[in-house]
């Protein structure tokens, strides 16, 4: 049983910033893991944020967040971050983290096979 579990979030005004956290535990070897970051806000469909491949080597970001946010991982804690500055109103949703024993990422939800019951985000005006 694979368990992924986001912390971090929380609320901020807009122009903040906010580091979220993804720890994984259970049978994974994280180290072959695909990590992605995903967002879904009220009555929106989820949105890719960031992916980053096993050896943290090869990272994308979705467009609405490129040059804001900076996703990294830490394969001997098992974990993903996720860093977010200067936040937007926009930025509000639930995040959840998710992952797929890939070499190669997707910008699919529907492609990851784990994720996590997601953190809160609220940016206010």
């Known amino acids: 049983q694979v368990q992924l579990v986001e912390s971090g979030g929380g609320s901020v005004q807009a122009g903040g910033s906010l580091s979220l956290s993804c720890a994984a535990s259970?049978?994974?070897?994280?180290?072959?893991?695909?990590m992605a970051w995903f967002r879904q806000a009220p009555g929106k469909e989820r949105e890719v944020i960031a992916t980053?491949?096993?050896?943290?080597?090869?990272?994308e970001y979705g467009d609405s967040v490129q040059g804001r946010f900076t996703v990294s991982r830490d394969n001997e804690r098992r974990m993903l971050y996720l860093q977010m500055d200067n936040l937007k109103p926009d930025d509000t949703a639930m995040y959840h983290c998710?992952?797929?024993?890939?070499?190669?990422?997707?910008?699919?939800?529907?492609?990851?096979?784990?994720w996590g019951q997601g953190t809160q985000v609220t940016v206010s005006s």
């Open positions: 998710a992952g797929r024993p890939e070499s190669i990422c997707s910008p699919f939800p529907e492609r990851y096979r784990y």
């Open positions: 259970g049978y994974i070897y994280y180290r072959d893991y695909c």
């Open positions: 980053i491949t096993p050896s943290g080597n090869d990272i």
